[in-house]
């Protein structure tokens, strides 16, 4: 968390009032949380009113996802597809398996390059075909950039294409608030989820940005503390928190993009300089994809033997998800980019973010060398 | 790690010994159950969560390594098939040579650690490298683990071989490990029922045979003679009593013809063993003859006996008999506490 974030959380916890009530300390709860509301929406490029607070972003996600779905059908039974993609967080993805188990709902996934990029003429050729042909979608749902492989999708051609249909366009933008210029009235989007602690804020809070006219069904039920559609005390603290983090992330981001897009570049020119046959996967380092991220496949290793090489060099790095028993499991956007199995598991992704240097760097390129030797002399030996 | 208070405090002791320690949980079932039930099981949920608990408190890295194919088929596919031949395995001793140390001590050593320790009761003689009982004769693991090779004694830590269990208990509690009073394994690991008849029914299928007795007379009927153990009296269900009123026991199994033998007590005694895939580790192969004490199933009577090699076979005279002696168990020859070596049971008469 950035420093200043932590000192306004912790300032705020030490105050006494729910937001909701309407005494002199409730009041004054509430006015932390509407200035603060006011200053995500300005960082967000939406008005206030458009800011629904929740737990995270895959609370957002899930009211998107699931709200869109069961408001739109009910508007009209057709509108059972939801289109999306296989490289979805599992906040997305998981919702639509479930529409799909217990809703009726039918997932369409919209095909992906070899980059992880999806591209708006496969969107056009969905929404014009298939049962119902645009009648029957419920919502299109692509997030802004990918967080395993770092792709920057093109929202706001996506979003465009959903309205020539008439169709509501969310994007998950978790990744992409901290890194990229994300305006949600400038991109279109119907709906999009941010989290805190992806902006130097604390965990545990987020919003859905939702225009005006779109009324998801509510995920949770009780006050209806924001606007109706989600229940819930505010969290004061974490909302204020929240807002700094938005507001110093959004006034350092283009600078910081910068330094941090010039120290992955040259995280990537070291590992592949001690590593040779190491693949970088997404896209090229540039506009098309997220400064901070760079995802490799190193072949012949498993990715969680690297994983735990580096952690014993004080460096931590991601292979992806785990199963609920601890598993390392092959990620999910790998495979959907076309990697095969031994590809997606011999992969690591490096997040660089606010407290990376160059020091960070040249630790990680001193011992990917050997790491990966001993990674690669360990699969042989599992290999018999 | 298992999850249990063993793994937990020999990974806390291997610490202070002043050795850098990661913990590892094995995944062994590709679709392990949520929780324990009992003493059954060793890789549920629950359990993974307890090892990373205790990896938390004793302060060391954690994670958890996918073995589940590895153990798939060197464990619990070798399993069904020594039933399916008529033997009868023990899948710990298996698991001990081909999992954590083979498959898992192959891992480690590449990846640059130099040892496996475990919550094995054992010991390492520090002169010879021999393995040796534990301290704790009612917790005594040796017998499981003498199927390992010199070289994997080598590269293993035993620190609870020499304390007894319920000091174990005591220490844990001590060290803050809530897995401290978590009661210990029983059973096969993964038959989480406890049921290894049903099990193995559901892997071979039903195979319906006869129950003789010595003369081949037809005594009953089976659903599968890989059902049944040398020596078990239970769940036979025999047309009729033996004429002489006395218990009737499995007394061989014969796969080819799925005939089951049985006969009274007195016909399971057995003095003479052959068994195959010896390996030495307390002592060179003896050519010729060798006292020793011979245990021939985990927490088992020992028996003295003499036992040499003969060509790849170890022949083993025991001077008590034996009761009940089945193939596919291990015979582990013992001289004191130290053991010798092993060999897998082939014939015992």
């Known amino acids: 968390m950035l420093p200043e974030s932590i000192a306004a959380m912790t300032e705020e916890l030490a105050q006494l009032g729910n937001p909701s009530s309407l005494h002199n300390a409730g009041r004054r709860a509430r006015r932390v949380v509407e200035e603060s509301r006011e200053q995500i929406a300005e960082v967000f490029g939406a008005r206030a009113s458009e800011v629904i607070f929740t737990s995270g972003g895959t609370e957002a996600d899930n009211l998107a996802v699931k709200g869109m779905f069961w408001a739109r059908r009910a508007d009209d039974p057709r509108r059972v597809r939801v289109l999306t993609t296989s490289v979805e967080h599992h906040a997305v993805l998981d919702s639509v398996h479930w529409l799909a188990a217990a809703e009726g709902a039918s997932p369409q996934w919209l095909p992906v390059d070899d980059c992880g990029l999806v591209h708006a003429d496969a969107l056009r050729a969905a929404l014009a075909d298939g049962a119902h042909g645009a009648d029957g979608a419920a919502l299109v749902s692509v997030m802004w950039a990918n967080n395993e492989v770092g792709a920057v999708q093109p929202v706001v051609a996506l979003a465009a294409v959903a309205h020539e249909f008439g169709v509501p366009f969310h994007t998950d933008a978790v990744q992409a608030a901290a890194q990229l210029p994300v305006d949600f009235a400038a991109s279109g989007v119907d709906a999009m989820t941010v989290t805190a602690h992806k902006l130097g804020g604390p965990v545990g809070v987020g919003a859905l940005i939702l225009g005006r006219a779109v009324a998801p069904v509510p995920v949770l039920h009780g006050g209806g503390q924001e606007r109706d559609v989600r229940s819930g005390t505010l969290d004061a603290p974490a909302i204020r928190a929240f807002a700094v983090a938005a507001v110093m992330s959004a006034q350092r981001r283009e600078a910081e993009a910068v330094r941090v897009a010039a120290l992955r570049d040259d995280l990537v020119r070291q590992v592949l300089l001690a590593v040779p046959d190491a693949v970088l996967n997404g896209p090229p380092p540039g506009p098309g994809r997220l400064p901070g991220n760079a995802h490799f496949s190193f072949p012949g290793c498993e990715g969680d033997a690297l994983l735990l090489l580096l952690d014993a060099r004080g460096i931590a790095c991601s292979t992806g998800s785990a199963c609920t028993a601890g598993v390392a499991e092959p990620s999910h956007v790998l495979l959907a980019m076309g990697a095969d199995e031994a590809r997606a598991r011999g992969s690591l992704r490096f997040s660089l973010g606010h407290t990376t240097t160059q020091a960070d760097v040249d630790a990680l390129g001193a011992c990917i060398g050997e790491a990966v030797t001993r990674a690669r002399r360990a699969a042989g030996s599992a290999a018999r | ?349």
């Not at chain 2, 000091?167 to 989480?192: N, Q, T, W």
């Open chain 2, 1 to 349: 790690m298992s999850g249990g208070v063993d793994s937990a405090t020999a990974a806390a002791r291997a610490v202070d010994a002043g050795h850098e320690v990661t913990g590892v949980h094995l995944a062994l079932s590709s679709n392990p159950q949520s929780y324990r039930t009992g003493a059954r099981g060793c890789c549920t949920l629950e359990d993974a969560r307890d090892a990373r608990r205790a990896a938390d408190v004793i302060g060391i890295p954690f994670y958890v390594w996918d073995l589940a194919e590895r153990f798939r088929q060197d464990v619990v596919d070798d399993f069904v098939a020594e039933y399916a031949a008529g033997r009868t395995p023990n899948p710990c001793l298996r698991c001990n040579e081909k999992i954590k140390f083979e498959a898992v001590l192959d891992r480690a050593l590449a990846l640059g650690f130099d040892a496996v320790c475990t919550g094995h009761y054992a010991r390492i003689d520090d002169d010879s490298g021999a393995l040796r009982r534990a301290v704790d004769p009612g917790k005594d693991q040796s017998y499981v683990l003498a199927v390992l090779t010199k070289d994997q004694i080598a590269h293993a830590l035993f620190p609870l071989g020499d304390t007894p269990k319920t000091s174990v208990r005591a220490e844990a509690a001590e060290r803050g490990l809530l897995v401290a009073d978590k009661p210990d394994s029983h059973d096969v690991c993964f038959i989480a029922d406890g049921d290894t008849q049903g099990f193995l029914a559901r892997q071979l299928g039903s195979a319906p045979g006869s129950i003789v007795d010595a003369d081949g007379t037809v005594l009953g009927a089976h659903e599968g003679a890989f059902g049944f153990t040398v020596g078990q009296r239970k769940g036979l269900r025999l047309d009729r009593p033996a004429p002489d009123g006395n218990p009737r026991y499995v007394l061989s199994i014969e796969p080819v013809s799925n005939t089951v033998t049985v006969g009274p007590a007195a016909a399971l005694s057995v003095t003479e063993i052959t068994a195959i895939r010896p390996v030495w580790t307390g002592c060179p192969a003896p050519l010729s003859p060798v006292e020793c004490s011979v245990q021939l199933r985990a927490h088992g009577e020992v028996y003295p006996g003499v036992a040499w090699t003969a060509g790849d076979e170890l022949v083993i005279h025991l001077r008590a008999p034996a009761r009940a002696v089945a193939a596919g168990q291990a015979a582990v020859l013992y001289d004191g506490d130290t053991v010798l070596g092993s060999a897998t049971i082939s014939v015992a008469r």
